[in-house]
Each structure stands twice: as structure tokens, then as C-alpha cells.
């Protein structure tokens, strides 16, 4: 398994050339800029090793608590951290409903403390929703495709690099 110093280089050097390959295909500079940027996002803070105490784990800072919880469910090297299918879209699930519920708990804690509102918590969680559909409505869904494809992509390269990784050691042994 190649170490984390690894995978990031390997991110970084094909940023360009998926820059390049999207803006090739989509012919907007602004869509490629989104995939690449998503891409070296994923390859950096938000691809498969979030399950372990990795580079990718600690680049969160403060905020590496709210991936604890996935920590503890999701195993290495799974389908669920490591599949090519499943992986991006449960991290993303799980990353959105870890902001809902955080930003839930601050809506309603600052609610209640600072001005002495009575509001319930189901009530701070209605207005994210709300806001979070506004937001998904007012969106052009052809960026979030973009978003999706580059931490699809850098997940990707994650997981093939694991893999061929193993196979080269595999194949060192063997000579």
C-alpha cells in the first residue's frame, strides 16, 4: 500500500492533465476548474483513507471529529471506503448529513443561548433543510455533476494506486 506521501503526489501530477481532459470534453473553464479542484480535494482530505487516523483524517484539523463516526462503521479497505462504486457517494452522504447535523446543533445552541429563543432543535433542522433545498434549486446542476465526478475521480486514483501498489509488491517479493 503506498503511503499517503504518495498518493498525494500522485493527486497532484494528473490534476493537469484531468484539467485538461475535462475542459477537452465539457469546453468550459470554469466546469474543468470545478472537476480538477474537486479532484485534488478528494485526493487530499476527502477519499477512502477517512476511515483510518491518515494524513487524509488529519488534514481536517478541529473539524476531523465529525469524521470519527465513520471512522468507527466504515472498514479499510471495504467496498464502502475503497469500492469504485460505492465509496464516493457514501462519503458524500455521510459528509452532508454530518453538516446538516452540526450545523443544526450551532442554528439551534445559538438560537437558544445568545438571544434566549425557544426554538427546538427540530426546528433549526427545518430551516437548513430549507436552506439546503433553496440552495440545490438555485444550483446549476451541471457544477455539482462536475463536483461529483472530480471526488469520484480522486477516490478513484486512491483506490487503483492501492492497487497497484500491492500488485508491484507482490510482484518484489517474488524476484
Known amino acids: 500500500?503506498?503511503?499517503?506521501?504518495?498518493?498525494?503526489?500522485?493527486?497532484?501530477?494528473?490534476?493537469?492533465?484531468?484539467?485538461?481532459?475535462?475542459?477537452?470534453?465539457?469546453?468550459?473553464?470554469?466546469?474543468?476548474?470545478v472537476t480538477a479542484v474537486a479532484m485534488v480535494f478528494a485526493g487530499l482530505m476527502f477519499g477512502p483513507d477517512l476511515d483510518l487516523q491518515s494524513k487524509q483524517y488529519q488534514r481536517w484539523g478541529p473539524l476531523r471529529f465529525i469524521w470519527y463516526p465513520y471512522m468507527l462503521v466504515i472498514s479499510h479497505r471495504s467496498r464502502l471506503s475503497h469500492g469504485l462504486?460505492?465509496?464516493?457517494?457514501?462519503?458524500?452522504?455521510?459528509?452532508?448529513?454530518?453538516?446538516?447535523?452540526?450545523?443544526t446543533t450551532a442554528l439551534y445552541a445559538q438560537r437558544y443561548y445568545l438571544y434566549g429563543d425557544q426554538t427546538t432543535w427540530m426546528a433549526a433542522f427545518n430551516q437548513i433543510s430549507a436552506d439546503l433545498i433553496v440552495f440545490w434549486q438555485k444550483t446549476d446542476k451541471r457544477y455539482l455533476w462536475a463536483a461529483?465526478?472530480?471526488?469520484?475521480?480522486?477516490?478513484?486514483?486512491?483506490?487503483?494506486?492501492?492497487?497497484?501498489?500491492?500488485?508491484?509488491?507482490k510482484l518484489w517479493r517474488t524476484f
Open 1 to 33: 500500500m503506498p503511503s499517503g506521501r504518495t498518493h498525494d503526489l500522485v493527486t497532484c501530477a494528473l490534476a493537469p492533465p484531468v484539467f485538461v481532459v475535462a475542459q477537452m470534453y465539457g469546453g468550459d473553464l470554469l466546469l474543468s476548474g
Open 85 to 103: 462504486i460505492l465509496s464516493t457517494p457514501v462519503r458524500i452522504l455521510y459528509f452532508l448529513i454530518a453538516v446538516i447535523v452540526c450545523s
Open 148 to 169: 461529483f465526478a472530480g471526488l469520484w475521480l480522486g477516490a478513484a486514483i486512491h483506490t487503483l494506486t492501492d492497487v497497484l501498489g500491492s500488485i508491484a509488491k
